[in-house]
């Protein structure tokens, strides 16, 4: 079927938590803004846009040529200011939702295009020449990209080479995910691909990270080259990385992060970490006080203690999993402040033994407001108070939002 002969014109009149604009009607109709007048073809409950007929005055032009194939990013094609405006308003609605009408949440602060220092490719084969990108949205079909305006320099400019190089690596047809990480020593990559480890094929990863000048080579988990243990400089401190760790997405976010919770612990006494990684907040926190590390994974941890060690920090740290074996009040009574950095599903259970705490202080950083929502919950009920919400857009063109909040026993 011909989708312009059943094609019909709505009004944009908001949009949805997904970044998707939605009619009156509740069509969802992703690449549109609110007060856009647009053909679409009508699919369900969602409408396929074929052209923008009005404009509305929240449009702007996208910066990457493969926008709207590409599902990488979803908001391109909003102004800046009513696109903040969303991403800030996604913390207000969440925090409402569980009964926080009047959360004192602050204006959005927000980093740079050019800044995303993590980035997890696709590869294909096809033929002799590889193509290498994301996949569109809801498919597997991947977008063979030139160019991406949301990466560091570093990233950016390892698309072309890194095609060159796997076009004699992978098999026709063959696919691999590929995490690159831009660290102060420089790219570690950790290729991903259904294939056994011969001879043959260590010996051309080998020739590919030493062409591309990578810090770290590793497939399927296994290291295969280090020209350069990457690192991460944290303060006095510098902290190695194992494969495929934990980072904030840009390096600016994060030091926006460390700012804030620096400036709620001035004069605290001892401080945990929870869900630590490798010591973002742990290590930044270190040079002036007492920290205590905890994070499930045991690479991240042997490496933050190494650090510490290195740098003479007042640190200590444990591995456990803190989903199945939080913290108990009793264990946390010792604490001044609490830092939580949790994955996206959030920390009730930590949460729920923090309600049953002493602890004065507990600083979240989150990038789901809706879990992070259901926490605020049940701190408060334990007898907290909400002092200070502060959302970040690092995520860039995504409707992902990373927030600070700092929680207060009266």
Request: charged fraction near 25%; charge should be positive; hydrophobic fraction near 40%.
């Given at each position: 079927m011909n989708p312009a002969a059943t094609a019909e014109t709505v009004e944009i009149m908001r949009l949805g938590h997904a970044g998707d604009g939605i009619a009156a009607?509740?069509?969802?109709?992703?690449?549109?803004?609110?007060?856009?007048?647009?053909?679409?073809?009508?699919?369900?409950?969602?409408?396929?846009?074929?052209?923008?007929?009005?404009?509305?005055?929240?449009?702007?032009?996208?910066?990457?040529?493969?926008?709207?194939?590409?599902?990488?990013?979803?908001?391109?094609m909003m102004a800046r200011e009513p696109y903040l405006a969303w991403k800030r308003d996604?913390?207000?609605?969440?925090?409402?939702?569980?009964?926080?009408?009047?959360?004192?949440?602050?204006?959005?602060?927000?980093?740079?295009?050019?800044?995303?220092?993590?980035?997890?490719?696709?590869?294909?084969?096809?033929?002799?020449?590889?193509?290498?990108?994301?996949?569109?949205?809801e498919s597997r079909n991947l977008v063979d990209i030139s160019e991406c305006p949301l990466l560091v320099p570093e990233l950016a400019r390892l698309?072309?080479?890194?095609?060159?190089?796997?076009?004699?690596?992978?098999?026709?047809g063959e696919t691999a995910e590929l995490h690159a990480t831009a660290t102060d020593a420089g790219v570690d990559l950790s290729l991903k691909l259904k294939r056994a480890r011969g001879p043959d094929f260590l010996m051309a990863l080998s020739e590919l990270a030493s062409v591309l000048n990578l810090a770290r080579l590793s497939s399927n988990g296994e290291t295969v080259a280090t020209a350069r243990t990457p690192s991460l400089r944290i303060g006095r401190f510098t902290v190695g990385l194992p494969p495929e760790s934990f980072l904030q997405p840009t390096k600016e976010g994060m030091g926006i992060l460390q700012d804030l919770v620096r400036e709620e612990v001035k004069g605290a006494g001892p401080i945990a970490d929870l869900f630590s990684g490798c010591g973002t907040f742990a290590l930044a926190l270190a040079e002036t006080h007492a920290v205590h590390a905890v994070d499930s994974g045991p690479a991240q941890i042997e490496a933050l203690i190494a650090a510490a060690k290195a740098g003479r920090a007042n640190?200590?740290?444990?591995?456990?999993?803190?989903?199945?074996?939080?913290?108990?009040?009793?264990?946390?009574?010792?604490?001044?402040?609490?830092?939580?950095?949790?994955?996206?599903?959030?920390?009730?259970?930590q949460a729920h033994a923090l309600a049953q705490s002493s602890v004065p202080d507990v600083l979240y950083i989150s990038c789901n407001p809706a879990s992070f929502a259901r926490d605020a919950r049940i701190l408060a009920d334990g007898g907290y108070r909400v002092a200070r919400v502060v959302p970040l857009d690092q995520f860039l063109w995504s409707p992902h939002v990373e927030l600070f909040a700092r929680f207060v026993r009266d």
């Open positions: 009607d509740g069509l969802f109709v992703p690449y549109t803004v609110p007060g856009d007048v647009a053909r679409v073809a009508r699919e369900g409950a969602r409408g396929r846009l074929i052209e923008i007929v009005r404009p509305g005055p929240a449009r702007a032009t996208p910066p990457c040529s493969h926008f709207g194939r590409c599902g990488g990013c979803a908001l391109q996604l913390v207000v609605t969440a925090l409402k939702q569980r009964g926080f009408d009047d959360a004192p949440v602050e204006g959005i602060r927000a980093v740079p295009p050019g800044t995303r220092r993590r980035a997890m490719f696709k590869a294909r084969a096809i033929g002799k020449t590889v193509a290498l990108g994301f996949y569109e949205p698309i072309a080479p890194l095609k060159t190089q796997l076009a004699p690596i992978l098999a026709p640190l200590t740290a444990e591995t456990r999993d803190l989903y199945r074996r939080p913290l108990l009040a009793s264990e946390l009574s010792r604490f001044d402040t609490v830092v939580l950095d949790p994955p996206r599903p959030g920390a009730s259970a």
